[in-house]
């Protein structure tokens, strides 16, 4: 495997339930994002992992709970959801701050 | 927070046609990106460009990183349907960590 790699590429999810996102990168880069689209709004950063260390939360609901383990793996904790959450969440890494590497996303669709 | 202004929002063009989008910014930047996304798709880097007044190109794609450093332009010749998707730019101002995203434009070619 090469480059990001988002799972799942497609979510539905409850407002009860308990979901997670994962996402893995194999380019080495020191920097995790998480991102969320939709439609018809500019990309949204939500988190900024450097060296596995938060440094960054973009006013985030607590309903978005954020994990790196390692600079090679990062997850969205997904809790108590509403609909407005239904979007394209979009993982990227980079060396530093040069050209984000995005992954496929995950559709989370909140029913 | 950071704006960057991208325009158009849509183009319709037929195939064949030349396409021209741009990105202007209220700060100076030191980096400019284009990204493309292609429909379920992350988006993708096109072009990377790292200095002022540098111009570079990748195939039919040509962009611009303007003199003043708050605006570049991404051009694209004899456009194919393939070129379909939304691009976006993105910039990181001097001290920053991360890319600001512009809100995209949506290109449709018309075979």
């Known amino acids: 495997e090469t480059g990001v790699t988002q799972t799942p590429r497609h979510l539905v999810m409850g407002m009860t339930n308990k979901k997670s996102l994962k996402c893995e990168q194999h380019?080495?880069?020191?920097?995790m994002y998480w991102y969320k689209q939709s439609a018809k709004k500019p990309l949204e950063l939500m988190f900024v992992y450097n060296f596995k260390e938060q440094t960054e939360n973009n006013s985030v609901p607590s309903r978005f709970s954020p994990e790196c383990p390692n600079s090679s793996h990062l997850f969205l904790h997904l809790h108590t959801l509403q609909p407005e959450d239904s979007a394209l969440y979009l993982c990227a890494s980079s060396q530093d701050a040069y050209g984000y590497t995005f992954g496929s996303g995950t559709r989370l669709t909140v029913v | 927070g950071q704006q960057l202004n991208q325009s158009p929002q849509s183009m319709f063009i037929q195939e064949g046609e030349d396409v021209s989008m741009n990105c202007t910014s209220s700060s100076i930047f030191n980096t400019w990106l284009w990204y493309k996304q292609d429909p379920g798709e992350g988006p993708v880097l096109l072009i990377a460009l790292y200095k002022a007044g540098e111009l570079t190109s990748n195939g039919r794609l040509t962009a611009q990183f303007g003199i003043t450093r708050k605006d570049s332009f991404l051009n694209i010749s004899a456009s194919i349907p393939s070129d379909v998707g939304i691009y976006f730019c993105?910039?990181?101002?001097?001290?920053?960590?991360?890319?600001?995203f512009g809100t995209g434009t949506r290109l449709t070619v018309i075979p």
């Open positions: 993105a910039g990181r101002r001097t001290g920053a960590n991360n890319l600001f």
């Open positions: 380019l080495g880069h020191n920097a």
